[in-house]
């Protein structure tokens, strides 16, 4: 994966900041926060941060000019965050291999085919006074749950990306997303944080 998308020039009309520190302190919250719903994990995304911002040191002659700076900083941050996933997913599943017998059932079943979603559901978390406690119920789903459903209402991404991203199909996406969307409901009601039902939060 390419997580160093390439930076996009503009005018020289365009203000740069002072200083690196400057420009760093002005998207750290939005690169921290990306990595943090992926990887559910605050002590790998404050890495994850950090090598997003060694990056951006290294280009920051071309950053700090560009407007979009804040979007090549996103991408950057959620391809380490998948990067990061896969490379531990592999590691697991190697040493799992090593220990674990052949179940004879087959492998992973074929996942159902399920309509897109539907309601605004990013209008509604985008909403500053809920976003931490969904932030917190984000943290609480399983992985192959959580990112997808990150990419596609928090990323913006399309199915279609998130399934080559993922390597997975474009039908477990979708189930995974709907599944995702389901448990977070449940979270957030079982948590009592939420100040509406779980079906008017997700609709």
Not at 84 to 102: A, G, I, N, P, T
Not at 147 to 174: C, D, M, N, W
């Amino acid at each position: 994966m390419n997580d160093e998308p390439t930076v996009p020039k503009d005018s020289a009309e365009l203000k740069p900041p002072p200083d690196f520190t400057t420009f760093m302190r002005a998207y750290q919250d939005m690169v921290y926060s990306t990595a943090a719903r992926i990887l559910g994990n605050e002590a790998q995304a404050e890495d994850i941060s950090q090598d997003v911002f060694l990056k951006a040191y290294e280009r920051f002659g071309d950053l700090q000019t560009s407007p979009s700076a804040g979007g090549w900083l996103k991408t950057v941050a959620t391809n380490l965050s998948i990067n990061h996933l896969q490379r531990y997913r592999k590691r697991w599943r190697f040493f799992s291999e090593l220990v674990r017998e052949d179940s004879g059932d087959g492998g992973d079943t074929q996942p159902v085919e399920f309509a897109a979603p539907d309601g605004d559901f990013l209008a509604v978390v985008a909403k500053s006074e809920r976003r931490e406690w969904v932030d917190r119920a984000l943290e609480k789903l399983p992985e192959h749950h959580r990112v997808p459903l990150v990419l596609y209402h928090f990323e913006e991404l399309p199915y279609e990306q998130i399934a080559r991203t993922l390597g997975i199909s474009l039908a477990k996406v979708k189930t995974d997303i709907l599944r995702a969307r389901a448990s977070l409901a449940q979270i957030l009601a079982q948590s009592g944080t939420a100040h509406e039902s779980p079906d008017a939060t997700l609709s």
